[in-house]
């Protein structure tokens, strides 16, 4: 997969019309984590520095295509304006004649930040129309919204029909990483899958058999698969409907030379609570009155061996409900592990990111994805809107 970046592009004196995902978490008025923001200023500042003026586009929470003042983009330019230490101003709208006429006066160095793109229902249905609007406001179109890269929303993927379309640095470093893991990653390739439920999990998994060497999975949804072997499980979280689906997909890496770790042993509770006291069970069969909750020491050992093995690893999805700080313990040895190895590391999903971030690990991983939803369909195998109006033609 070959990209158009925005190194490919002639930005002086240009307008670029840019995607970004600044759909930031806020708390009486300020924004708490900044994350989001600080990752896309690398590109914007790039394309400032060859001369060219700035028209940025993003949508914030979920407005439904309805202009909701507690929606609007004002506490998010403050904070954005803040880091990137120049003036943004926040146009009144997203288009129409007043945005056209606050646009058509910006001089090279310039940025204006467009109200949020879901005010209006034209944007996730992609209207052709409105997305000519928007075309409208820039002679470059720059995507560096990964986060929202696997919908085809107007300025995602419509945009990108009317104008010369380039990935920004953020898109770039996702795509340079994760597409390897699909095509031909560095061997041995270990996948590390968790998270609550195999139905929301299965498609990775099926994708991930394909490459892999060994595929660990954990959390909620480990306990199907240890039914479908015959073991007890307790009271732990199971999808009976998706019991046949995990056995095949058992079958299926048996036939491939595919090594499954699944917990050996566990961190249970009598209850799903905060408060709960842990239990630890050493072996694989879970009483009837605990469910599992957490992954136990001689399983965490188990992944820390091969992660130690492994030349690429991919994560995604926590070993056990880490947000309980009693059953964060599994989370937190995979994160070490994976910050301790020199192996390819990218970490996807946004439990995962979560637990990283916790830990304070994110700067010893090679790349901690930001699209929570967008990396978990890419490593699924399929086609990102966003990204493939980015491809170069042959």
Not at 45 to 52: D, P, R, T, V, W
Not at 187 to 209: D, H, M, N
Not at 217 to 226: R, S, V
Not at 306 to 316: E, F, G, I, L, Y
């Given at each position: 997969m070959v990209?158009?970046?925005v190194?490919?592009?002639d ?6 019309l840019?995607r970004?995902d600044f759909n ?7 924004v708490?984590?900044p994350t989001?923001?600080l990752?896309?200023?690398?590109t914007?500042n ?9 028209v940025?586009m ?7 295509g ?8 004002s ?6 304006e ?5 003036k943004?101003t926040?146009?009144p709208?997203?288009?129409g004649?007043?945005?056209k006429?606050?646009?058509d006066?910006?001089v090279?160095?310039?940025?204006v930040?467009?109200?949020?793109v879901?005010?209006?229902k034209?944007?996730e249905k992609?209207d052709?129309e409105?997305?000519?609007?928007l075309?409208?406001l820039?002679d ?8 929202t ?6 300025s995602?993927?419509?945009v990108?029909?009317y104008?010369?379309?380039?990935a920004g640095?953020?898109?770039e ?5 994760m597409?390897p ?8 390739f270990v ?5 609550s439920?195999v ?10 058999v394909r490459t892999c ?7 909620g ?6 039914k479908v072997?015959?073991h007890?499980i307790g009271?732990?979280l199971?999808?009976?409907d998706?019991?046949?689906?995990a ?5 299926s ?5 595919v090594?499954?770790?699944l917990?050996?042993d ?8 905060e ?10 069969d879970i009483?009837?009155?605990l ?6 020491a ?6 820390v061996?091969?992660?130690k093995?492994?030349?690429?690893v991919v994560?995604?999805g926590?070993?056990g ?5 009693a059953?964060a313990k599994g ?6 592990a994976l910050a301790?190895?020199?192996c ?15 830990f ?6 090679s790349?901690?994805?930001t699209g929570?939803g ?7 195998g ?7 109006a980015?491809?170069?033609k042959?």
């Amino acid at each position: 997969m070959v990209l158009n970046t925005v190194r490919d592009a002639d930005l002086k004196g240009k307008r670029v019309l840019i995607r970004v995902d600044f759909n930031v978490p806020v708390k009486d008025g300020k924004v708490t984590d900044p994350t989001r923001i600080l990752a896309a200023l690398p590109t914007i500042n790039y394309i400032l520095e060859q001369g060219a003026s700035l028209v940025v586009m993003c949508h914030f929470g979920r407005p439904k295509g309805e202009k909701k003042p507690e929606y609007s983009l004002s506490v998010v330019r403050d904070e954005f304006e803040k880091l990137l230490g120049r003036k943004v101003t926040l146009a009144p709208d997203v288009i129409g004649d007043e945005v056209k006429a606050i646009v058509d006066k910006m001089v090279p160095g310039d940025v204006v930040l467009l109200e949020n793109v879901r005010f209006y229902k034209e944007e996730e249905k992609n209207d052709p129309e409105f997305a000519k609007k928007l075309a409208e406001l820039g002679d470059v179109y720059v995507n560096d919204a990964f986060g929202t890269a696997h919908r085809a929303h107007a300025s995602t993927e419509g945009v990108a029909h009317y104008l010369p379309a380039y990935a920004g640095f953020l898109i770039e470093k996702e795509v340079k990483y994760m597409a390897p893991l699909l095509e031909n990653p560095e061997k041995p390739f270990v996948a590390i899958i968790g998270g609550s439920k195999v139905s929301s999990k299965i498609t990775v998994l099926e994708s991930l058999v394909r490459t892999c060497d060994t595929i660990v999975i954990g959390g909620g949804m480990a306990y199907t698969f240890l039914k479908v072997q015959g073991h007890k499980i307790g009271k732990s979280l199971v999808e009976d409907d998706y019991l046949d689906v995990a056995k095949s997909f058992l079958a299926s890496a048996e036939s491939k030379g595919v090594k499954v770790i699944l917990p050996v042993d566990h961190v249970c509770a009598a209850e799903f609570a905060e408060n709960a006291s842990p239990v630890a069970v050493d072996g694989v069969d879970i009483p009837d009155d605990l469910m599992g909750m957490d992954i136990g020491a001689k399983t965490a050992s188990l992944i820390v061996d091969a992660v130690k093995k492994a030349k690429s690893v991919v994560w995604n999805g926590p070993m056990g409900v880490f947000e309980f700080a009693a059953f964060a313990k599994g989370t937190e040895t995979v994160a070490k592990a994976l910050a301790d190895s020199d192996c390819i590391s990218v970490v996807g999903g946004g439990d995962s990111v979560a637990a990283i971030n916790k830990f304070g690990l994110a700067d010893k991983i090679s790349h901690v994805s930001t699209g929570g939803g967008a990396s978990l369909e890419f490593l699924e195998g399929k086609t990102l809107p966003g990204i493939a109006a980015l491809e170069k033609k042959n």
